[in-house]
């Protein structure tokens, strides 16, 4: 699953399955990759992050998804990406460590978000002491203010980013500041950045400005549905592309008002539906 070509299309940012009494469910990690690939059609996926609440799960747990992914993906995922971001330094140097040794195809880091870097210095300091520990791993940022209250911006963070963390590729941009977006992506044509959007209720925005995919929770289950947008925008067919854009803003408007304010602070709550 090791890259060979810059990260595009729809990467499903996974769900956490978990049994009624709250343990980890890896026993349908195989169902839940066979599902992606022949039912969604996405065979890219980011776990560990905001959508599997990686940050509610200990070392120990977000190592066992990391290592199952990673081995029931083989063959027939394209790329794994683990979000290996926490508060503590060391475990995040420590979760890099593991996902170079377990052969994901690349890694990503959050902000720290209680004591937070305050500047473009502070914050690269950090991705590039956690980067290093995998050396050999694509690296990418992920972008989230509205959870980290980080708001450095992307497009300042970028400037010589490479001669830090060699291994940078991209950015997973989780914010709708889409000037940002669109300033990081005419300053960086020339490096091939990976520009991954996060809103998935506003994909078809980011698309518009530049942006080769998206990393999204709606992607579990509405991949096939936004393939179609990507094609019809790439036609382009504005009009159909803007019909499938509006189908997600409609689920989302349900599903945030059903889920989310329940689940968002406990991640017990994500009992499998396999």
């Known amino acids: 699953m090791t890259p060979r070509k810059k990260l595009q299309g729809l990467v499903a940012a996974t769900i956490t399955p978990m049994t009624p009494d709250g343990q980890i469910n890896l026993s349908v990690i195989h169902q839940y990759v066979d599902y992606l690939v022949s039912e969604q059609n996405v065979k890219n996926v980011f776990v560990n992050g905001t959508t599997g609440e990686g940050l509610s799960l200990n070392i120990r747990e977000r190592k066992q998804l990391a290592e ?41 880091v959050i902000a720290p978000f209680f004591f937070k870097p305050t500047n473009k210095d502070e914050l690269i300091a950090f991705l590039q002491k956690v980067a290093s520990e995998a050396p050999a791993v694509p690296f990418y ?85 936004t393939t179609l947008m990507l094609q019809a925008f790439a036609k382009p067919d504005l ?33 499998t539906l396999f």
């Open 239 to 271: 009009a159909l592309a803007r019909k499938y854009q509006f189908l997600t803003g409609e689920f989302l408007n349900f599903v945030i008002k059903l889920v989310f304010p329940v689940c968002k602070y406990d991640h017990l709550c994500l009992v």
């Open 68 to 108: 199952e992914w990673v081995r029931q993906g083989k063959d027939k995922l394209d790329q794994v990406i683990v979000h290996v971001g926490a508060l503590s330094l060391p475990d995040s140097q420590e979760l890099a460590r593991h996902a170079a040794a377990i052969g994901a195809s690349a890694i990503a």
């Open 141 to 225: 940022y992920y972008h989230i203010p509205p959870l980290t209250g980080v708001k450095i911006r992307v497009e300042e963070l970028l400037d010589g980013i490479k001669e830090w963390i060699p291994t940078f590729q991209g950015v997973k941009f989780s914010d709708t500041d889409l000037l940002d977006l669109a300033q990081c992506i005419n300053k960086n044509e020339r490096e091939q950045f990976a520009f991954l959007y996060g809103v998935d209720e506003q994909l078809l925005s980011a698309l518009a400005i530049g942006a080769d995919g998206a990393v999204g929770s709606t992607y579990n289950y509405l991949g096939r549905k």
